[in-house]
Protein backbone atom coordinates (compact mmCIF):
# COMPACT_ATOMS: atom_id res chain seq x y z
CA UNK A 1 0.00 0.00 0.00
CA UNK A 2 1.27 3.61 -1.05
CA UNK A 3 1.16 5.99 1.93
CA UNK A 4 0.62 9.69 0.62
CA UNK A 5 1.69 12.55 2.46
CA UNK A 6 -0.83 14.97 3.67
CA UNK A 7 0.00 18.74 2.34
CA UNK A 8 -1.86 20.67 4.78
CA UNK A 9 -1.01 24.13 3.53
CA UNK A 10 -3.64 22.71 0.48
CA UNK A 11 -6.08 22.03 2.58
CA UNK A 12 -5.71 25.27 4.66
CA UNK A 13 -6.17 26.79 1.34
CA UNK A 14 -9.10 24.66 0.46
CA UNK A 15 -10.95 25.76 3.35
CA UNK A 16 -9.91 29.46 3.18
CA UNK A 17 -11.34 29.50 -1.05
CA UNK A 18 -14.55 27.92 0.26
CA UNK A 19 -15.16 30.43 2.91
CA UNK A 20 -14.21 33.40 0.20
CA UNK A 21 -16.91 31.59 -2.34
CA UNK A 22 -19.34 31.49 0.82
CA UNK A 23 -19.09 35.60 1.21
CA UNK A 24 -19.14 35.87 -2.24
CA UNK A 25 -22.38 33.86 -2.59
CA UNK A 26 -23.44 35.44 0.33
CA UNK A 27 -23.38 38.91 -0.88
CA UNK A 28 -23.94 38.34 -4.24
CA UNK A 29 -27.62 36.87 -2.79
CA UNK A 30 -28.47 39.61 -0.37
CA UNK A 31 -27.76 42.35 -3.08
CA UNK A 32 -29.44 40.59 -6.23
CA UNK A 33 -32.09 37.84 -4.99
CA UNK A 34 -32.92 39.18 -1.33
CA UNK A 35 -34.20 42.55 -3.39
CA UNK A 36 -36.59 40.90 -5.25
CA UNK A 37 -37.87 38.47 -2.56
CA UNK A 38 -38.74 40.85 0.20
CA UNK A 39 -39.57 43.92 -2.40
CA UNK A 40 -37.24 46.08 -0.03
CA UNK A 41 -34.15 47.80 -2.09
CA UNK A 42 -30.70 46.43 -0.34
CA UNK A 43 -27.14 48.38 -1.41
CA UNK A 44 -23.82 48.10 -0.20
CA UNK A 45 -22.26 49.35 2.78
CA UNK A 46 -18.52 50.57 2.08
CA UNK A 47 -17.41 47.61 4.55
CA UNK A 48 -19.70 44.90 2.53
CA UNK A 49 -18.03 46.42 -0.37
CA UNK A 50 -14.76 46.06 0.74
CA UNK A 51 -15.22 42.27 2.22
CA UNK A 52 -16.43 41.49 -1.28
CA UNK A 53 -13.51 42.92 -2.54
CA UNK A 54 -11.23 41.01 -0.39
CA UNK A 55 -13.00 37.33 -1.23
CA UNK A 56 -13.07 37.63 -4.23
CA UNK A 57 -9.23 38.62 -4.52
CA UNK A 58 -8.81 36.09 -1.99
CA UNK A 59 -10.75 33.17 -4.06
CA UNK A 60 -8.93 34.17 -7.11
CA UNK A 61 -5.08 33.99 -6.02
CA UNK A 62 -6.21 30.70 -4.33
CA UNK A 63 -7.58 29.57 -7.57
CA UNK A 64 -4.70 30.68 -9.57
CA UNK A 65 -2.09 28.97 -7.13
CA UNK A 66 -4.29 25.80 -7.62
CA UNK A 67 -4.04 25.80 -11.17
CA UNK A 68 0.03 26.36 -10.94
CA UNK A 69 0.23 23.90 -8.76
CA UNK A 70 -1.28 21.43 -10.76
CA UNK A 71 0.82 22.31 -13.55
Given at each position: ?24 GHD ?44
Amino acid sequence: MKKYKINWKNIGLVILFVLAIGVIGHDLYLVGIKSFITGMTISWTWFGFITFGIAVLTADVIFQYFIDYTK
